[in-house]
T-cell receptor, first 111, second 112 residues
Framework: QKEVEQNSGPLSVPEGAIASLNCTYS??????FFWYRQYSGKSPELIMS????GDKEDGRFTAQLNKASQYVSLLIRDSQPSDSATYLC???????????FGSGTRLLVRP | EAGVTQSPTHLIKTRGQQATLRCSPI?????VYWYQQALGLGLQFLLW???????NRGNFPPRFSGRQFPNYSSELNVNALELEDSALYLC???????????FGPGTRLTVT
């Protein structure tokens, strides 16, 4: 079992819709959770971090964390074609500060 | 504020040679992390440096090594290059012991 799992996609949504991206992790000791956006040929860009159960909103983005279910998600409201990218879920599991990444979900927003 | 910078952008080496990759963190950041993104393998943690010391390393052979300088910049060295070392090498930095890491543009290493 992979430590961090994501559906590879592509997830295709129409412009203006809500895109829902999901991630599960295997280590119950995981402490911090991140979403990165990576455009093709570019490096990952941090878009959200979440550390405690519940929702965290930042503009059009909402991160949701459920530690009991070992599940973290990212909602993108009013999706735009410019949101088309690969979204990487990452977690830290101990005090080493290393990030463990999922393989990413490719999002395609159709105009 | 300037972001993380890496050099060179591209590097082409022959199998058996050595490669040196460089990274400058965001001003004020003291921790530097190195990751490898190989095709089909995703992002893999390589090394973590903080305050000049190696704090943790991933599941990579000893021919992957590095160091952090007093100005917090860092260097990654890969000895005895193998074809499977071809990948995008990403450097990230964070402020002190913060979990939030910010990535540089990467160095594309090609081993022929």
């Amino acid at each position: 079992q992979k430590e961090v799992e994501q559906n590879s996609g592509p997830l295709s949504v129409p412009e203006g819709a809500i895109a829902s991206l999901n991630c599960t992790y295997s280590d119950r000791g995981s402490q911090s959770f991140f979403w990165y956006r990576q455009y093709s040929g570019k490096s990952p860009e941090l878009i959200m971090s979440i550390y405690s159960n519940g929702d965290k909103e930042d503009g059009r983005f909402t991160a949701q964390l459920n530690k009991a279910s070992q599940y973290v998600s990212l909602l993108i409201r009013d999706s735009q074609p410019s949101d088309s990218a690969t979204y990487l879920c990452a977690v830290t599991t101990d005090s080493s500060y290393k990030l463990i990444f999922g393989s990413g979900t490719r999002l395609l927003v159709r105009p | 504020e300037a972001g993380v910078t890496q050099s060179p952008t591209h590097l082409i080496k022959t199998r058996g040679q050595q490669a040196t990759l460089r990274c400058s963190p965001i001003s004020g950041h003291t921790s530097v992390y190195w990751y490898q993104q190989a095709l089909g393998l995703g992002l893999q943690f390589l090394l973590w440096y903080d305050e000049g010391e190696e704090r943790n390393r991933g599941n990579f052979p000893p021919r992957f090594s590095g160091r952090q300088f007093p100005n917090y910049s860092s260097e990654l060295n890969v000895n005895a290059l193998e074809l499977e070392d071809s990948a995008l090498y990403l450097c990230a930095s964070s402020q002190g012991h913060s979990y939030e890491q910010y990535f540089g543009p990467g160095t594309r290493l090609t081993v022929t």
